[in-house]
Every structure is written in structure tokens, then in C-alpha cells.
């Protein structure tokens, strides 16, 4: 069974501060996505990276593709509570999308 | 934008029903899926279809069932529910023909069988 561990679990910060969230594997992924749910709704595509060792901006927040394709990064600056929900790391296998347990991150004004 | 629509929010039946949960969307894309999300588990795969009339199992595929008459149309089934099958079931599909990259969900059905 593939595995596709986040780190950490909860995140609970202030208005302004930096967090990272994390995205593991003993696996090798043809492309990595990132995705953001909010409460009593579906995940949202947020970016995909295929490249290993790419890196990609959407605003403030950076996602990064390991050099080997097994793990990613999603950094956020100054986070806003408008930031809150959870966060979901897919791996593309070569029929399916592996998603990870999640991320739930709470901004507090 | 592409939208996937569920036909219902919140679903309440009771064990021993059959249960149809029904998904639409509307950008002619070949390939749909279907995953149930619980707390601690993540999103985990009960059926896919890559094309019309076409469906593969996922990883939990037991106790449901799937179909596929229609490009933009992908029913779920409960044969018999049982109360682990309450859940948050989401619809998905995605555009690269045969390849699940990239999806696009629909808003959930929550469905409690009691």
C-alpha cells in the first residue's frame, strides 16, 4: 500500500506567521498536487509539480517537488485566516491519485 | 470553470437501503472518480471509470457498486447500507484521457445511515 505522509497533522497560528507543511513518501510520483478543502466542501486544485526539484509560487504560498520525486513542500508567508482549511498532498500513480491523511491549519486574526 | 455537482448534500437512510448518489459534470472529461473521506483516513478510492460503460475497482470497493451510461454522468451505489458506510463521499473527475491528473471535485454528499 502506497503511503503519502503530512506533517504536521494541526497547525494553529497567528495572523502573519510562516508555516510549512510537508509531504513524505518511500515512493516516486509522476506528478505531485496540492489541494485546499474548507469545511462541507470539496478539495480545490491549488497547483500541480511534476519536475523534480521544481518550484512553484501561487501568491504567497511556494510549493516544492522533492529532487527525487518522493516528497513536496507547501510554504506559506504571512498567512491570513483566510488561509484556514485543510491542505492535501496527491501523488499521480499510474491509475490514481495516492492522497495524504491532510493538514488542518487554523489562522487566528 | 469546471463543475462537478453531487445531487445531494446531506443524505440520511437507513441500514438495509439502497442508496444512489449521483454525479455530474459538465466539461466532457473522460475520466471520473468516486472516494469516500473519513477523519483519520483521508480520501480512499472506491471506483473509477476512464471511460463510458467503463469502470475499474479502487481500494475499498466492497459493498458498492458503479455506473457509467453517460460521458458526464457517474452514479455511486449502495446496494445494502450498513452503518460504516456513513461518510463523506466525493466526486471527482479530471481531463487527461486515461490518467487521474488533476482532479476536479464536486461539493460532497454527507451521508448518515442509521
Redesign the interface.
Known sequence: TQLLEQSPQFLSIQEGENLTVYCNSSSVF??L?W?RQEP??????LV?VVTGGEVKKLKRLTFQFGDARKDSSLHITAAQPGDTGLY?C?G??P???I????TRLQVFP | DVKVTQSSRYLVKRTGEKVFLECVQDMDHENMFWYRQDPGLGLRLIYFSYDVKMKEKGDIPEGYSVSREKKERFSLILESASTNQTSMYLCASSWVPGQPYEQYFGPGTRLTVT
Open positions: 509522476s506528478s498536487q489541494y462541507g466542501e470539496g478539495p480545490v486544485l500541480t492535501l496527491a499521480e500513480y491509475d490514481k491519485l492522497f495524504g491523511t491532510g
